[in-house]
């Protein structure tokens, strides 16, 4: 009787294991049409150690990339970079990040011409306050305040800025001049062709004399350290002036004004109107360093020749 009962709890239990679902590895459950022994073929078929470096072994190993050759003439990258320049223009240098906003604009010359011009600037300031502060002085002596003449004129991509000069003319200096050219027919002719007048009334005699020797534009080293000038560059314009230039317009807001140039070094105020524009407008679309250090040089004897007004 205790057999029979045994025989019957074991064929029992074999009839239940024959429906168990076992769960395999990759976490999916056998089917209740699927035997137990499937699970013991499946992993009888998964590779061993031994079988898995012997497929390596057999597998050509890839070439380093420096071997690869590339068979599209260029890759996604350089066709990105190819569409996006001929919408933005020129494509950033490679290591350089892209923000998707175009470069500021830089004026004629760039950062080497920028580091020339502290390194002159800052030099000349040193070497010549002695010579600023007796000129101060002289000004403060026989004309009063102010010593110093700021003048609003128009500099890099139209900027205006306040580019100052020592004080050479009396007080009220515009109704002087609006009075003088009134009764001055040739006068106002000189005035309209050349924006200057070689004899002008409104001129003391302290501020010839640093016209001539171009003293009075020493305060304009202050512009150029601070960036609103150069030492070499286009004659700085009044707004007014800016409508004249025309065409040229567009050359003369591509650089910072000079506190020398083209113009200056080539006959000064012997020449027109017209041929300082044109001067300047050549300097800008030819500019080079070599061609800033010989108006430098050039500018020493021009001065020297004293025949500004």
């Not at 013991?40 to 070439?63: F, V």
């Not at 700021?150 to 004080?167: D, L, M, V, W």
Request: aromatic content about 6%.
């Amino acid at each position: 009787m205790a057999s029979k009962t045994v025989s019957e709890i074991s064929r029992l239990t074999a009839n239940l294991t024959a429906f168990d679902l076992p769960v395999h590895e990759g976490g999916q459950m056998t089917t209740p049409h699927e035997p137990v022994h499937t699970r013991e073929r499946a992993k009888k078929a998964e590779p061993t150690p031994s079988r898995q470096r012997n497929a390596r072994a057999a597998t050509p190993r890839a070439k380093p990339a420096a071997q690869r050759q590339v068979s599209a003439p260029e890759t996604s990258l350089s066709m990105l970079i190819r569409a996006a320049s001929a919408v933005d223009g020129p494509a950033p240098e490679m290591g350089t990040l892209w923000t998707g906003e175009d470069a500021a604009p830089r004026p004629v010359g760039g950062r080497a011409k920028r580091i020339l011009d502290v390194a002159i600037a800052g030099t000349t300031l040193v070497l010549l306050s002695p010579l600023l502060l007796m000129t101060a002085l002289l000004i403060y002596a026989t004309m009063g305040r102010p010593i110093l003449f700021p003048q609003r004129r128009i500099g890099f991509e139209g900027r205006p800025f306040a580019c100052f000069k020592f004080r050479t003319m009396v007080n009220d200096a515009e109704a002087a001049l609006r009075s003088y050219l009134a009764g001055n027919p040739e006068a106002a002719r000189e005035w309209s062709v050349r924006q200057k007048l070689e004899h002008d009334p409104r001129v003391t005699m302290l501020g010839r004399l640093l016209r001539r020797s171009s003293i009075d534009e020493l305060p304009q080293l202050f512009n150029v350290l601070s960036g609103q000038m150069s030492c070499v560059g286009p004659r700085p314009v009044l707004s007014e002036e800016l409508d004249r230039y025309g065409k040229y317009r567009k050359d003369y807001v591509k650089a910072r004004p000079g506190l020398t140039g083209a113009w200056q070094v080539n006959g000064r105020n012997r020449l027109s109107y017209r041929r300082r524009v044109a001067l300047d407008s050549h300097y800008v679309r030819k500019w080079s360093m070599w061609r800033d250090l010989w108006i430098l040089v050039r500018t020493i004897p021009a001065v020297l020749k004293s025949d500004t007004t």
